[in-house]
């Protein structure tokens, strides 16, 4: 077993070196639970083996474990205090470094050890102390190995990811483009005033659809695009298009990916309230219960047999990959039908946008 030896780019700060170290942050009490649940199985493993009757040897096993146990958890602590240090170094440095700090550890408990149960140890007392230090030299390296190429896999997961989440955003566009060029030339002789803030909205919602470099924005953006695109439509339908907002003000730093609420507010209007001649409203609702944070867009429901398109499929398959890449399993989108209402509804889980990193949660 050798330890890997591919060399990291130099980290510019402390804190993205240790974002970008392949040993997890120990610190956590989930990796020492993890560490500690897999020692005790090894525990196990090599009392069953050394077992001379029966299936195990209680007293080797209780002898054991409570080295194992002492000798992880203190060099876990170590490796926790040096992990800024360790980040610092090259990948093959840094495995040298861990290894040298468990083979101390390991050493030292197993001097005190001896020294309690073989108060004169001997050549065979030494023996016993150089075969612990072998067996946790190994163990260390294959556990080290299992870490680089889990931090692997995690950054190519994560390229993968980012331009999954960049293509799928590139594909927004509009649809209403070509209404709204029409209504601003329309609104240029006589009423030039508004025409030039329709295409200021129209320009803030085209630079949305390219602004691929943000994964996480903040409700509050979101609503504000909406509202722009919806100055738009107002434009074109006149008193046809009517809005109920229903926004929780406590909602307003969820983080939320760009172009998710503004795409169900433009199906809403071209399925539900375009197609009517009388019009209709659209109610657009945010709310949070408990750690979850709820988005519901409601229109009319388009009469049976009324035209339509692939767009809507479309949209609500976009925004569903791209909850899916960002939050997993945690976010759901779904859409209902009762009775004349049709509603899109959006869960979230409560994270607010100045603690999310444009890099992404599941």
Not at 85 to 90: G, I, P
Not at 253 to 261: F, G, N, R, S, V
Request: with cysteine.
């Amino acid at each position: 077993m050798t330890a890997p030896q591919a060399r990291k780019p130099e980290p510019a700060a402390g804190s993205s070196a240790a974002q970008d170290f392949f040993i997890p942050d120990l610190c956590r009490v989930r990796a020492v639970f993890m560490l500690l649940i897999t020692s005790e199985l090894l525990v196990l493993l090599m009392s069953v083996v050394q077992a001379r009757s029966g299936w195990i040897d209680w007293n080797y096993f209780g002898l054991l474990s409570l080295f194992v146990q002492w000798t992880v958890l203190t060099s876990t602590a170590l490796i926790c205090l040096l992990r800024q240090r360790l980040a610092r170094l090259s990948t093959a440095m840094a495995t040298a470094a861990v290894a040298a700090i468990v083979l101390a550890d390991v050493l030292t408990f197993s001097l005190f050890a001896d020294s309690v149960l073989y108060p004169e140890p001997g050549i065979s007392g030494w023996q016993g102390i150089i075969k612990k230090l072998l067996m946790a030299l190994l163990i260390t390296l294959m556990v080290l190995r299992y870490f680089y190429l889990q931090h692997q896999w995690q950054q190519q997961q994560e390229a993968e990811m980012q331009a999954r989440l960049t293509a799928l955003q590139a594909r927004i566009h509009p649809h209403f483009l070509f209404n709204s060029m029409n209504t601003i030339a329309s609104l240029i002789a006589s009423n030039p005033e508004q025409a030039e803030e329709a295409v200021l909205d129209l320009s803030e919602l085209f630079r949305a659809s390219l602004r691929t470099e943000q994964r996480l924005i903040s409700l509050a953006e979101e609503l504000t695009l909406c509202r722009r695109y919806l100055a738009i439509e107002g434009l074109r339908l006149g008193d046809r298009l009517k809005v109920n907002w229903q926004i929780d003000a406590d909602v307003s730093q969820q983080a939320i990916p760009p172009l998710t609420l503004q795409p169900l507010v433009e199906n809403a209007i071209y399925h539900g309230i375009q197609p009517r001649p009388e019009g209709g409203t659209v109610d657009i609702e945010a709310v949070r219960n408990g750690n979850s944070v709820y988005l519901m867009v409601r229109n009319p429901k388009p009469a049976d047999g009324a035209a339509g398109h692939d767009g809507n499929r479309m949209a609500l398959d976009n925004i569903q990959s791209r909850l899916q890449a960002l939050f997993g399993d945690r976010a759901v989108l779904k859409h209902s039908h009762q009775q004349t209402i049709y509603t899109v509804t959006v869960r979230l889980p409560w994270q607010r946008a100045g603690a999310a990193s444009n890099a992404g949660q599941p």
